[in-house]
């Protein structure tokens, strides 16, 4: 009887423990999604952004899409990539230099696989990259970068009134073509897509930056940029565009500063993001 309740605890104990090391294995092998950085990442002081690098390596594409629709592609591209294999690279190189896996995808526009690495605290992050470049296996390499919008608005009286389309000469331009049949991809911040220049002209629209600016159609500097490339022509509303008949993708990477102002920030790691 007391052999038997032995036998019946030991073996709790023994699933118990497995469990345990299942949940182990699970959790120090789970991989991040990329927007799950993104707090850590904007929210970082100065010197926990450089010690964050991108590095762009070599890999295992994956099947062949053929080529054909002008809205999608400009030439043929990869997809379905091997992402184990790619991924086995990426922690192979973390490995090698000592660094921290963070968190990796394929860049199918590119086809290469982008790595976020982090630089430990007693390593020099020069050093590291230049070590990187180094490497045969390593495409390219960089620091995290970050990055500001153009966004000061000028104080002149007739600044609304201002117009370089006679530079341009638009309108001998739009005989020749108004950009029928071209997708134009807009890596900016949010863009007020029903804005009644801009309303039909979006083919579709993504938030990379959803954890730190969720808003998308009240971001003013995107939303001025796309009216600067597509504003509706002959509809008697506001400018025209330098290619009024594209199709627009909205790509948000950057977030502005302030709610209702043109200055935006973005950095490497969202632009990488919304490249591919």
Same mark, same amino acid.
């Given at each position: 009887?007391?052999?038997?309740?032995?036998?019946?605890?030991?073996?709790?104990?023994?699933?118990?423990?497995?469990?345990?090391?299942?949940?182990?294995?699970?959790?120090?092998?789970?991989?991040?999604?990329?927007?799950?950085?993104?707090?850590?990442?904007?929210?970082?002081?100065?010197?926990?952004?450089?010690?964050?690098?991108?590095?762009?390596?070599?890999?295992?594409?994956?099947?062949?899409? @053929?080529?054909?629709?002008? /809205? +999608?592609?400009?030439?043929? #591209? !990869?997809?379905?990539?091997? *992402?184990?294999?790619?991924?086995?690279?990426?922690?192979?190189?973390?490995?090698?230099?000592?660094?921290?896996?963070?968190?990796?995808?394929?860049?199918?526009?590119?086809?290469?696989?982008?790595?976020?690495?982090?630089?430990?605290?007693?390593?020099?992050?020069?050093?590291?990259?230049?070590?990187?470049?180094?490497?045969?296996?390593?495409?390219?390499?960089?620091?995290?970068?970050?990055?500001?919008?153009?966004?000061?608005?000028?104080?002149?009286?007739?600044?609304?009134?201002?117009?370089? @389309?006679?530079?341009?000469? /638009? +309108?001998?331009?739009?005989? #020749? !073509?108004?950009?029928?049949? *071209?997708?134009?991809?807009?890596?900016?911040?949010?863009?007020?897509?029903?804005?009644?220049?801009?309303?039909?002209?979006?083919?579709?629209?993504?938030?990379?930056?959803?954890?730190?600016?969720?808003?998308?159609?009240?971001?003013?500097?995107?939303?001025?940029?796309?009216?600067?490339?597509?504003?509706?022509?002959?509809?008697?509303?506001?400018?025209?565009?330098?290619?009024?008949?594209?199709?627009?993708?909205?790509?948000?990477?950057?977030?502005?500063?302030?709610?209702?102002?043109?200055? @935006?920030?973005?950095?490497?790691? +969202?632009?990488?993001?919304?490249?591919?």
């Amino acid at each position: 009887m007391l052999i038997n309740r032995l036998r019946i605890h030991l073996h709790s104990v023994l699933i118990a423990l497995v469990g345990l090391l299942i949940i182990a294995c699970h959790v120090s092998g789970a991989e991040q999604d990329p927007s799950s950085m993104l707090n850590s990442l904007y929210t970082g002081s100065g010197e926990e952004a450089e010690k964050i690098i991108l590095v762009l390596h070599r890999g295992r594409p994956g099947n062949e899409m @053929a080529s054909g629709s002008r /809205l +999608t592609m400009y030439r043929s #591209r !990869s997809y379905n990539p091997d *992402i184990t294999w790619n991924r086995r690279v990426s922690r192979s190189l973390a490995e090698r230099y000592g660094l921290n896996y963070l968190t990796d995808w394929w860049m199918s526009e590119i086809d290469v696989n982008c790595a976020v690495l982090r630089v430990p605290q007693d390593q020099d992050t020069g050093d590291v990259l230049a070590a990187l470049l180094a490497d045969p296996e390593v495409v390219t390499a960089q620091q995290l970068s970050i990055f500001s919008t153009l966004g000061e608005e000028p104080n002149d009286p007739y600044f609304e009134l201002q117009s370089s @389309a006679r530079y341009f000469d /638009l +309108t001998g331009m739009h005989v #020749r !073509s108004t950009g029928r049949n *071209i997708l134009i991809a807009i890596v900016d911040t949010g863009i007020e897509t029903k804005h009644q220049d801009l309303d039909g002209q979006f083919h579709s629209s993504r938030n990379f930056v959803e954890q730190v600016s969720p808003g998308f159609t009240e971001d003013m500097h995107g939303t001025a940029v796309a009216g600067v490339i597509a504003a509706r022509a002959n509809n008697a509303v506001g400018i025209v565009g330098m290619a009024p008949d594209a199709k627009l993708l909205g790509l948000k990477a950057c977030w502005p500063v302030e709610t209702g102002k043109l200055a @935006a920030v973005c950095n490497s790691f +969202t632009l990488a993001l919304a490249i591919n």
